[in-house]
């Protein structure tokens, strides 16, 4: 099975400063034949499911804020939300969706500090 | 874009069989694949297995030997039954529509208690 680990578990960034959140897979998730890596990230904010914000590491779901970005490839990836709002307090979880079982990071709680 | 709910029972008890049904509307369950995952109370989220619209299937190795996932296409619906429940199983369960990535239901308790 994919391990998904995160980090950091948890971390505070001040309103309008750089969030970064990585996400490393115990294998590839790249899929060679159309070069794209099956690494989706969910925002799920309390009492609510989870939320789809990036598929294929670096594809925006329609209606996600431009501040939300994806990047990285293989094994490495990273979300980053370049100008935290208030209402990006959540916690964001990694997963790969290359293989089954589908699996997810543990989580990263993000709060304002 | 499909929208999903969930619904069945919120209580169980031990040993018995737990049963959800998610009814898929805006769009045609023989898109995508269909997946159940469910997050244990303060805890991540672990999927528990998908289902396409010829009723193939493929489960967590760690909830296989409990798990079935079937798919009515006539009702647009797709269903999940957990055998041999025990208090380990109380989560939140949802579903989702399986592509490029997650789309989910709001989600469902379920608690096994007697």
């Known amino acids: 099975d994919f391990v998904m680990t995160q980090s950091p578990d948890s971390l505070a960034v001040s309103l309008g400063e750089r969030a970064t959140i990585n996400c490393k897979s115990s294998?590839?998730?790249?899929?060679?034949?159309?070069?794209?890596?099956?690494l989706a990230w969910y925002q799920q904010k309390q009492g609510q499911p989870p939320r789809l914000l990036i598929y294929r590491s670096s594809t925006r779901e329609s209606g996600v804020p431009d501040r939300f970005s994806g990047s990285g490839s293989g094994t490495d990836f990273t979300l980053t939300i370049s100008s935290l709002q208030a209402e990006d307090v959540a916690v964001y979880y990694c997963q790969q969706y290359y293989a089954a079982p589908y699996t997810f990071g543990q989580g990263t709680k993000l709060e304002i500090k | 874009q499909v929208q999903l709910q969930e619904s069945g029972p919120g209580l169980v008890k031990p040993s018995e069989t737990l049963s959800l049904t998610c009814t898929v509307s805006?769009?045609?369950?023989?898109?995508?694949?269909w997946s159940w995952i469910r997050q244990l109370p303060g805890k991540g989220l672990e999927w528990i297995g998908y289902v396409d619209y010829s009723g193939n299937t493929n489960y967590s190795p760690s909830l296989k030997s409990r798990v079935t996932i079937s798919v009515d296409t006539s009702k647009n619906q797709f269903s999940l039954k957990l055998n041999s429940v025990t208090a380990a199983d109380t989560a939140v369960y949802y579903c989702?529509?399986?592509?490029?990535?997650?789309?989910w239901g709001q989600g469902t308790l379920v608690t096994v208690s007697s």
């Open positions: 294998q590839s998730v790249l899929y060679s034949s159309n070069n794209k890596n099956y």
């Open positions: 989702a529509s399986t592509a490029d990535g997650f789309s």
């Open positions: 805006g769009g045609s369950i023989r898109s995508y694949y």
